[in-house]
């Protein structure tokens, strides 16, 4: 190629550029400086919200400019982006940390600026049904020549087809500069053939927009209402987000998803949650998964997939190494389907959010997945695993991986069957470090006054701990007592005890004349190996 015809474009960055911006951004605005010692430090979770809107803001200034810039090679704008990220990052530093009730500062009236001139939004009004007429003065704003939006919110409204009418020439207006469209819930109580008509009307009008977000869920779709949608979702090729929540997802539906959307090779955020699903459908969805190789959020949970399904989903996320969190709660996977996924889960080294509850996994599913996890996913935030049948056998195993993840903040394990012997293990591995964790779920699980004990005390010292859920299990009056006295500075951490049942007195009784249970677990532990991510 002539390096003289060859020109290289800079904007608009990358996903992955923008995400180290706010990482980064995140990062300077909690180190300590001397403008933090005059303002204030921020916390980690105020510092990252700040961040994620100044990289929007400073995104959408530079993106504006990018439009009208006559050299066309981006370069003015990467100057722009960097520019008000720094302007604005400054003026939060001297703001200084917030309290909830005085948030509305620097960069969130600024949002709130930018987003009055960009989003379009009718969510928040009466929930009913739109005429006509309505829909006509409703959308008056979105028919004004030279308007700005990008993103429109049409959900918690129910569209007729003479509304529709309406909308379909106003939507037609707006393809080049639409980005964004949330249609969930817009034809609730209607008719399926009106509902399906509309669901034209708004496809057809929408054909050709190059969106990069797109929310259809709660409509009760079915293969029809995807079909319905066929003209917009054919004209897809750049989406990053796709929402298909509670729309009644069968086998054909899914498969009509997968044979209508071009393209999923941008898709980072990937939606299912709540439908019929089942094995067949999941297969199709996985052929949908495994073409989406930047996938960074993916949930596809209550959609009873069982065993086959499971394997093929987990098999799939094996092509999507960019993973931050993945949702497969509440379905009925099995153990195969939880040692296919264990198989996998090495790979996703960004992953910060595993959500694995009742998915029949048993003692030797999560084994399997403990194992993995210990040597791999440092970064983990979010790990819960309730209502999986696990027993004191994968205990071991369990502490172990919770050992080492010391970015924990969030643990759930409750509705198992770990007992007191389980619950020592684990709290023994919350022992050392874990200063971010902020809640523990260990309910439900035949837990004693030794196990309940051990859990309070591996927690209560831990700054920023919010909540111990040990409710449910087989506390004595005296464990609970015990327990109440070991948070006696912080009982709002401590939840709900009156579901326990009392009759636990009995075995703790029991084992004191037995011998001493918890020292023998101690012992057990000395040749446990725990190992600590530095």
């Known amino acids: 190629m002539d390096s003289a015809g060859f020109s290289m474009k800079l904007w608009p960055p990358s996903l992955s550029t923008r995400l180290m911006l706010v990482e980064r951004m995140t990062k300077n605005l909690i180190t300590p400086s001397i403008l933090s010692r005059k303002y204030g430090l921020l916390s980690k979770e105020e510092a990252e919200e700040d961040a994620k809107q100044i990289e929007a803001l400073a995104f959408d200034s530079a993106n504006q400019h990018f439009d009208k810039e006559p050299d066309g090679d981006g370069s003015s704008a990467v100057q722009l982006y960097a520019k008000e990220s720094s302007k604005l990052m400054l003026e939060v530093i001297?703001?200084?940390?917030?309290?909830?009730?005085?948030?509305?500062?620097?960069?969130?009236?600024?949002?709130?600026?930018?987003?009055?001139?960009?989003?379009?939004?009718?969510?928040?009004?009466?929930?009913d049904f739109i005429s006509a007429e309505e829909a006509s003065e409703l959308l008056q704003p979105l028919s004004e020549p030279g308007n700005n939006y990008k993103r429109i919110c049409f959900s918690n409204r129910s569209f007729g087809v003479d509304a529709a009418k309406i909308v379909g020439p106003i939507l037609s207006s707006l393809k080049d500069q639409l980005t964004e469209v949330d249609l969930s819930d817009f034809v609730a109580g209607r008719p399926e053939e009106e509902a399906l008509e509309v669901m034209?009307?708004?496809?057809?009008?929408?054909?050709?927009?190059?969106?990069?977000?797109?929310?259809?869920?709660?409509?009760?779709?079915?293969?029809?209402?995807?079909?319905?949608?066929?003209?917009?979702?054919?004209?897809?090729?750049?989406?990053?987000?796709?929402?298909?929540?509670?729309?009644?997802?069968?086998?054909?539906?899914?498969?009509?998803?997968?044979?209508?959307?071009?393209?999923?090779?941008?898709?980072?955020?990937?939606?299912?949650?709540n439908n019929m699903t089942?094995?067949?459908?999941?297969?199709?969805?996985?052929?949908?998964?495994?073409?989406s190789s930047a996938l960074e959020d993916f949930r596809c949970s209550s959609t009873r997939v069982g065993s086959e399904g499971g394997v093929a989903l987990s098999q799939a996320l094996g092509e999507c190494r960019n993973l931050k969190k993945v949702d497969l709660r509440d379905n009925m996977f099995g153990v195969e389907a939880g040692i296919a996924l264990s198989k996998v889960l090495s790979i996703f080294s960004s992953l910060t959010e595993l959500y694995l509850s009742y998915l029949n996994l048993e003692d030797e599913g999560a084994i399997a997945l403990a194992d993995v996890l210990k040597e791999s996913v440092?970064?983990?935030?979010?790990?819960?695993?309730?209502?999986?049948?696990?027993?004191?056998?994968?205990?071991?195993?369990?502490?172990?991986?919770?050992?080492?993840?010391?970015?924990?903040?969030?643990?759930?394990?409750?509705?198992?069957?770990?007992?007191?012997?389980?619950?020592?293990?684990?709290?023994?591995a919350l022992e050392d470090g874990h200063g971010q964790l902020t809640e523990v779920d260990m309910s439900t699980n035949a837990i004693r006054r030794a196990g309940a004990r051990c859990l309070a005390q591996a927690v209560v010292n831990k700054p920023g701990f919010k909540v111990l859920n040990i409710n449910g299990n087989f506390i004595s009056d005296e464990g609970i007592d015990e327990v109440k006295d070991i948070f006696k500075n912080s009982l709002h951490v401590l939840g709900p005890l009156d579901d326990n049942d009392p009759e636990g007195e009995d075995y703790d009784e029991e084992a004191d004349e037995g011998g001493d249970n918890e020292n023998d677990l101690e012992t057990r532990l000395k040749d446990l190996d725990i190992k600590q991510e530095e």
Do not use: W
Not at 398 to 422: H, M, P, R, S, V
């Open 94 to 127: 001297k703001r200084g940390p917030q309290t909830k009730e005085s948030a509305e500062g620097i960069v969130s009236e600024k949002v709130k600026a930018s987003d009055e001139t960009t989003i379009f939004d009718i969510s928040k009004g009466r929930r």
């Open 200 to 273: 034209e009307i708004f496809s057809s009008a929408l054909d050709a927009c190059d969106l990069r977000y797109l929310d259809l869920s709660n409509n009760a779709l079915g293969e029809k209402g995807i079909r319905a949608f066929g003209a917009l979702l054919k004209s897809q090729k750049n989406l990053e987000e796709l929402y298909l929540m509670n729309d009644g997802i069968s086998e054909e539906a899914a498969q009509a998803v997968c044979e209508l959307i071009p393209s999923t090779d941008k898709l980072r955020v990937l939606h299912f949650h």
């Open 278 to 291: 089942g094995d067949e459908g999941a297969l199709a969805i996985s052929k949908l998964v495994k073409h």
């Open 378 to 428: 440092p970064s983990l935030e979010v790990l819960e695993m309730d209502g999986n049948d696990i027993t004191a056998k994968a205990a071991p195993a369990l502490a172990a991986c919770i050992a080492a993840k010391q970015f924990l903040t969030t643990l759930k394990l409750g509705e198992n069957e770990l007992k007191d012997d389980g619950a020592i293990l684990i709290a023994k």
